[in-house]
């Protein structure tokens, strides 16, 4: 190792450095045609040194360790800057002794760089032409995005970890219109693994589901605001879990004070009985998935919920000292020049034992959602805003006509807490989840669930139905 890494990871409580390589690729197919082709290569390392309360960071651009030696000059300033970080921190008297372990690769059976690129675009236009079946249909935007990013992790623990992950994600974004009227919809498909994600017409018909679902608004009726029961059904995906619960989990936001309906709460009911939240990196081609987290520690399955109620918080190595802890190894970082913080990887509820047609047919009057739009939470008091892409109206228990321009009001607290059914099915969503500045990949996961009662906003005035 050369001796300013070693140096460095000498100093202070605790010292970690970063190696990071990536490569990436995106097409966007807009208007039938290729509109933008983006592919690059990153590589760098991220220096950081802890002392007390204090962290401090530090980032250079520049070869990876994957890629050969390091020239004289990224060792001089490598160099420059571990001094600088660490200048005045004592250093601990003791050789650095590293326990390597091996490479961790991901399952990947057809790597997104063994394609060609004419069959990538060959698979953005069939998609395409599977979208177009309306005359209706103003506009279709697809997009293939694939990642390669390989990291290495050494810190002053004597861990020594190296990790490869690759993410492939596929998007449709259709809009329609009629008499000045626009709709949209919107699909997603993907995650931690090769091209065989998107094997067997996948792209074709998540294209027609967005394609379809934006039509089919056309003619929904507006939604009748008021507060009523709500079933969220599994194919709606995790965002309403992720947004309302994930973030307030988070240790950062329980130690800072911004998540105070679950501080202080472990051991107490925080949801309904048959309510359990997990997160899991384990997960086999989650799109949150990894091995290690972005501070080597291994990655582990954790119940934050149980039966309602709260068993731990999601930890890194900074929040889980400050509680005399160990990290439970979601520590999460966008890239080499970003620290570690909390952050979720695959969150979902479990799924429970009863029946989703009968979750569906208990509903007197109230709105089925099958699919979750974007949304707003305040984590420090709970309250959310989330817009439904597409949902139902349903009396009687019969799934009557589509119901356009619904949102869904609450607080998240109140919302968990008066679940009282939960699906024997699951769903999953992916994405990318934002926090601090920070962009990671992540899956949403969620049964059918029913709730009692939901304020449910929309543009429409009156009473009875949508």
Known sequence: MPDPFARFLLRGDFADLYFEESTHRFLRWEDGRLDELVQGTSSGVGFRCVRGEETLYGHLDGRAPFSGTWRSGEMRRLSELAGSLSAGLPARRRPMRFRRLPVRRHRLRVPPDAVPLAKKIALLRRADRASRFSPELAQVTLSLGERRKRVLILNSLGEWVEEERNYVVFVAQATAKKDGLLQTGHEVAGGLGGFELLDRALPERVARIAAGRAVKKLRASPVVPGEM????????????????????????????????????RVGKK????????????????????????????????????????????????????????????????????????????NTFVAPGKDSPEDIVRSLKRGLLVTRMGGGQVNTAGGDFVFEVEEGFWVEDGRVL??????????????????????????????????????????????????????????????????
Request: hydrophobic fraction near 35%.
């Open 229 to 264: 029961p709500v079933v969220i059904s599994s194919q709606a995906g995790g965002t309403l879990i992720h947004e309302a619960v994930g973030h307030a989990l988070e240790a950062d936001s329980v130690q800072q004070g911004s998540s105070p309906h679950f501080a202080g």
């Open 270 to 345: 925080v949801a309904g009985a048959k309510v359990t939240v997990l997160d899991d990196p384990t997960r086999a081609a989650g799109r949150g998935s990894f091995f290690y987290d972005d501070e080597a520690s291994p990655s582990q399955r954790t119940v934050l919920i149980e039966n309602g109620i709260l068993r731990t918080y999601l930890y890194d190595r900074l929040t889980a000292k400050k509680e005399k802890r160990t990290s439970n190894g979601h520590g999460r970082r966008e890239s080499y020049a970003h620290r570690p913080i909390p952050r979720m990887s």
């Open 401 to 466: 006509r589509m119901a356009r321009g619904a949102n869904l009001l609450g607080s998240a607290p109140e919302v968990l807490r008066s679940i009282d059914r939960v699906g024997s099915d699951m769903g999953w969503s992916v994405g990318t989840c934002g926090k601090d500045g920070q962009n990671v990949p992540v899956s949403d996961g969620l049964p059918t669930l029913r709730v009692p009662k939901l304020l449910v906003g929309g543009t429409k005035s009156g009473k009875g139905r949508a």
